[in-house]
């Protein structure tokens, strides 16, 4: 339930008065992604969805009495947590951020939350960060996603696996927090829906042969194979041994595998498998969709949640009435969720005006946002089948 709000629309506007006098000045939000590393095919997309809300409400004029917002880059690189923590405390002690769009990967959002957030108090706001463990990190209220937990993730899995008819598969996960985090969420859901999963093994990222890894999976037997990596990581390695000795020959492709990449090096190879990754078709995707136009690809894995993450971020600062992550942390879930006017992509501008009126939003976005909990986000899957050499939505879940 949103807190109401006090004020009165005369009081609203005079404060707005003020905010133009007072507040009209650079706002900067930093974008860490990992444009480096085992998922850079996908980051670019997903760093222009963040900029493209950015643009946005820069275009309205409406934030804060008319501040300009400049978004700053910085790599994650996805998987290194020393070289993410030290890209995030230059965003803050140098740019001089107020609030993080990012990380991308659990294992560096969660060096970088608990490293340069908290100690800072700075607001994050990942758009795929999936790792059940960021649920219950000690936070300070500083921690939001719009990509759903893999707890929910392994359900969606297991609901594909065996209305497919898999009743046995084989799992292999990249060395991290998202991969182990993922393998055990998928074998719980599977084994209690009355799955079997033979084996459940970790891979390390940046192997030039992936036959070991690979042996051992296939010794283990398996209907399927469970790809829980990086489509530009380790994950294509062992989708490539597989294929080349006959191991396995189809698999299931978790949201870290789920990209054009994936479909360009394997094409047909891989008919027959399923995969799955945050999506909607709601309103607000198509809408999205509409806006980005020809720009990049609004489709892309994580872009529509990652313009969703910049935009509640820079909502959450108009209800607040402050760039201060102190403030404005408070009202993230308040402009996320209902009651209030409904929000979709194309329409920040009419949001803030709402806002600054003393009105409340509910917004809905790209992915059809809503947080549940602590900064947690329901979330909404697409299911793929792989067929005919191109990727095919099968159904959203």
Known sequence: MKKLLMASAATALCAGSAFADAHAEEIKIGIILGFTG???????????????????????????????????????????????TAAAERLVTSDGVNAIMGADCSGVTGAILQNVAIPNGIVMLSPSATSPGLT?????????????????????ITDILLEEGVGEVAVTYTNNDY???LADAIQAAYEEAGGTVTINAAHEDGKADYTAEVGALASAGGERLVVAGYVDGGGTGIVRAALDSGAFDTFHFPDGMVSDTLVSNFGSEIDGSTG???GTDSPGSKMY????????????PFSPESYDAAALIMLAMQAAGSSDSAEFK??????????????????????????????????????????IGPGESAGNYRQINYEGGAEVTAKYR
């Open 136 to 156: 219950t990190a000690e936070d300070n209220g500083l921690f939001f996603r719009t990509a759903p937990s893999d707890a929910r993730q392994g359900q969606v």
């Open 38 to 84: 085992p998922l850079e095919s996908i980051t670019p997309d997903m760093g222009d969805g963040a900029e493209l809300a950015i643009s946005e409400v820069n275009a309205s004029g409406k934030l804060l009495g008319g501040a300009t917002v400049t978004p700053v880059r910085a790599d994650s690189t996805c998987i290194d947590a020393g070289a993410a």
């Open 289 to 300: 969709v509409d806006l980005v136009g020809d720009a990049f690809n609004p489709s892309g």
């Open 276 to 278: 799955n990754i945050p």
């Open 330 to 371: 408070n009202e993230v879930m308040n402009v996320a969720n209902a009651p209030g006017e409904q929000i979709f992509p194309g329409e920040l501008g009419k949001a803030l005006e709402i806002l600054a009126n003393g009105g409340e939003i509910d917004y809905v976005g790209a992915s059809a946002v809503e947080l």
């Open 179 to 181: 991969g182990k985090g």
